[in-house]
Each structure stands twice: as C-alpha cells, then as structure tokens.
C-alpha cells in the first residue's frame, strides 16, 4: 500500500464542499442596496442565529442547530461581501471583516465534519478493503488530491507522480491501469517535459487494452490532428443517416460534444442556436455529437427546441456506456467540448465555451 500523507486530501474536500452551490444560498447581490440596508440584513441575522442546545440536548438537535447555523453564517459572508464593495471607512468595515473570517472558520470547520465522514471510508478501504477495493480507494485518494492541486492552481510534485506511477504498476493487469496516471497528465499542471515523460510512461508500461493506454492513444490522435492528418470522424444521425465530416469540405465546422446530463451544455444550447442562424449562409455548420443513452427524448429535445443540425448518437448506448465512441477516440472526457475545423478540414482549435471560439469562426468566416 502506498504511503503519504492524508492531509491534502482533508483539505481538498473540506473546500469542495464549502465551494458547493449550497454553501451559497444567501441574498441575492443587488448592486443598488445601500451600506445602511446591508448593515441592517448583517444585523437581522445575527440576530437570529440559534443558541446553543442545553446540556440535555439530542443529537438531531444539535444537528438542527448546526445546520441552521452554518445556513445564516453563509448568508451573513455574503452580506459582508456586498458591504465590502461600498465605500466604507475602515473603522467601520472591519468589525464585519472580523465577523466575516470567524464565520468562515465556522462554516470550513462545520464542511470539515462532513467530508471527514468521507474520507475515513476512503481510508478503511485502502487499509481493510478486498484487493478491488483498496485498488479504487487508493485511486480516489489520489484522485482528490489531484483535484486539490488542479483547484488551487498548484503543481504535482514529481513524487506524487512517481507514486502514482508505483500504484499503477501495482494493477498493471487490471484494466482500469493507468487511468489515474493519465488523469494527473490531464489536470494537474505537470510542465510540457513532465506530460511527455508519463504519457511515454503509460505507453511503454501499461497493456494496451488498459484504460490508461487507451486514453493516451485518444489525446495523440487528437495532437495528430491538429498537426494536419486527417481526422477519421463519422458516425450516425437520429435518422440513421451516415455523417462523414469529410462532406463537409468548404464549410467551417463546429463539432459540440454534450449531454442532457450537462448543465453548461444545456446553457449553451441558445448561444449555438444563435450561431447557427446568423452564419449558416456565412458557410458555418455544426455538428453535435451526444453523449447520452437518452435518444428518444433527444429526438423530442431537437423537435421542441427547433435545433436544425445534425446529431451523431449511439442507439445502443446505455447509462454505464454513454459516452459516445467518438468522444472516446479523441479523448474527451469532460461536457462541453468544441473542436472547430477550418474549411480544408484542419482542426483550428478546441475549447469549452462557444464565446471563446466565436473570434475563430469569424475569422474563418471572413476568409475567401
């Protein structure tokens, strides 16, 4: 069993969870609210926040009180974080600044109790657990610390990595091998050098039908890509119709990998309808690849929502193998994802958002 220290991991969840849109439930910002109507909100819920239960007290009262606690002490940050943005004295905004660092104390350590919960699964599965289990405990673990290090705009150190590298040695022959390594190149900040090394790593070590293998295999073929091979991308519409996006030679494309299951997908849905009707006779198509087992209610989706492109979909997909096989080739792994061809077929760039990409379009667009 590999060992390291647990602490990143306590942290990284205790964030996640004070992060959470739940954490966030309080007023909603309204930017001509004045310093005095603030200062009276702060002073409201102050003065409701719940006493302490008795000596007598049950657990769900003390867990009623808890939670009603940490609720008004999330709201009360953002009041104080509203005031903060009026033009205050400092005499008298740092009371509420005091207030405001001993309510985060409260809410983070009241988050912490939860995640602990968590977390000591986690650590009786990698200790305890039947080999399976100590195997995906002990991915998870690392998993959140590679999420901790993503979040906070930090590096993973080369010995993560190589510890990384030893756990994945030590499930060489299970198929999900590899998996955690790739996912670490993906997110975790290593430098340009550190990427090539561990994804040579994962080639020449892991079996090629391992889940890491496969994984890196996909992100080369979408590097191939970009540096000018053609691309192999076709697959069936909802009318059982082949789509080829070598007939689509002339036009700039828009590919949009998403989901039903996906909030930002769903938002970007009228950006996209917006783009389609002002440059369709400009020459922009776009093609959307689905990765959902939800066909039939994407066939009424399309209808109702009058979205007039293409979508590629796997009729036989089912909630464990949503994943398009497309999205699988080339290594998609996170909702939405873009990839823009130029009108000879070239791949000019990938993203996540449509506004991101709209300078792009235009400017392929205006090309002759």
């Known amino acids: 069993m590999i060992q390291s220290s647990r602490t990143v991991i306590i942290l990284s969840c205790s964030l996640y969870l004070l992060a959470l849109p739940g954490c966030r439930k309080g007023p909603v910002s309204d930017p001509v609210v004045n310093a005095e109507d603030l200062i009276e909100q702060i002073g409201q819920i102050t003065d ?22 940490y609720e008004l002490k999330k ?35 009241q988050a912490r109790l939860e995640a602990n919960k968590f977390e000591s699964k986690v650590y ?39 510890q990384i590298a030893d756990f994945e040695m030590s499930r060489k022959d299970d198929p999900r091998a590899g998996r ?20 040579t790593w994962i080639l020449d070590n892991m079996p090629p039908e391992s889940e890491g ?28 119709n082949s789509i080829d996006l070598k007939d689509f030679r002339g036009n ?23 783009l389609n009707e002002n440059y369709y006779d400009q020459g922009l198509r776009i093609i959307g690849v689905f990765n959902d087992h939800r066909v039939d209610e994407l066939k009424e989706y399309v209808k109702k929502n009058q979205i007039s492109w293409p979508q590629l979909v796997t009729p036989n997909a089912t909630k464990s193998s949503y994943m398009h096989p497309l999205a699988n080739r080339y290594g998609i792994t996170g909702l939405p994802r873009y990839m823009l061809f130029a009108q000879d077929g070239r791949l000019m760039k990938t993203g996540g958002r449509v506004e991101a990409l709209k300078p792009t379009i235009l400017e392929l667009l205006s090309q002759e």
Request: hydrophobic content about 40%; aromatic content about 10%.
């Open 48 to 69: 409701s926040l719940p006493e302490k239960p008795g000596p007598e007290a049950t657990d769900d009262q003390w867990h009623i009180y808890h939670a009603r606690n």
């Open 75 to 109: 709201a009360r940050i953002e009041l104080i974080e509203e005031l903060e943005k009026r033009d205050l004295p400092d005499e008298q905004l740092n009371p509420y600044i005091e207030m405001k660092i001993e309510d985060i104390k409260k809410c983070f350590y």
């Open 124 to 162: 009786r599965m990698m200790d305890d657990g039947s080999p399976m289990a100590q195997s995906l405990a002990t991915e998870l673990f690392w998993d959140l610390n590679i999420y901790h290090v993503n979040t906070h705009l930090m590096h993973l150190s080369e010995t993560d990595a190589e």
């Open 180 to 199: 955690l390594m790739a996912r670490a190149i993906r997110i975790s900040r290593l430098s340009k050098d550190a990427r090539v090394k561990w994804s």
């Open 213 to 240: 293998y496969e994984l890196i295999v996909a992100k080369n073929r979408l590097k191939n890509v970009r540096e000018g091979e053609d691309i192999e991308f076709s697959g069936e519409d909802l009318n059982g």
């Open 252 to 274: 700039a494309v828009l590919v949009d990998y998403w989901a039903f299951w996906c909030g930002f997908c769903l938002a970007e849905i009228p950006e996209l309808k917006k």
